[in-house]
Nanobody
Framework: QVQLVESGGGLVQAGDSLRLSCAAS????????MGWFRQAAGKDREFVAT????????YYADSVKGRFTISRDNAKNTLYLQMNSLKPEDTAVYYC?????????????????WGQGTQVTVSS
C-alpha cells in the first residue's frame, strides 16, 4: 500500500505564505506523477497543480498560477506546494495525490492514491 500524508496547513492571513508537504511511502513512488487538489466546504474537489515523475513538467489551475509552485524531491519521497499571496478563496482542505503513471493529469479520477488532507484557512 502506498501512503500519502500531508502536512503544513494552518491558519494564516491574506497575503501570507504556506508550504505544504506530502510524505509518500513506497519505493516506487518516484515513478508516479503527483498532484494537489483542494476542496472547500460545500464545494466539489478541484484541481490545483500537478507534476510529472521527473519534475520536468508542471501544470497549474488558472486560479493559482503565479502564486503556487509545485515541486518534488524523489530522494525524500516528498511532494511540496509552496503557496504565496494567499487569498481567502484559497481556504480548503488540500489533498496530495499520486498516479501510477509518469505523466500528468488534472482529473481526480486519474489518480490512484490519496492523502487524508490538510486544512488551509486564510482570513481576511
Amino acid at each position: 500500500q502506498v501512503q500519502l500524508v500531508e502536512s503544513g496547513g494552518g491558519l494564516v492571513q491574506a497575503g501570507d505564505s504556506l508550504r505544504l508537504s506530502c510524505a509518500a511511502s513506497g519505493h516506487t513512488v518516484s515513478s508516479y506523477a503527483m498532484g494537489w487538489f483542494r476542496q472547500a466546504a460545500g464545494k466539489d474537489r478541484e484541481f490545483v497543480a500537478t507534476i510529472s515523475w521527473s519534475g520536468s513538467s508542471t501544470y497549474y489551475a488558472d486560479s493559482v498560477k503565479g502564486r503556487f509552485t509545485i515541486s518534488r524531491d524523489n530522494a525524500k519521497n516528498t511532494l511540496y506546494l509552496q503557496m504565496n499571496s494567499l487569498k481567502p478563496e484559497d481556504t480548503a482542505v488540500y489533498y496530495c495525490a499520486a498516479r501510477r503513471n509518469a505523466f500528468i493529469k488534472i482529473t481526480s479520477n486519474e489518480y490512484d492514491y490519496w492523502g487524508q488532507g490538510t486544512q488551509v484557512t486564510v482570513s481576511s
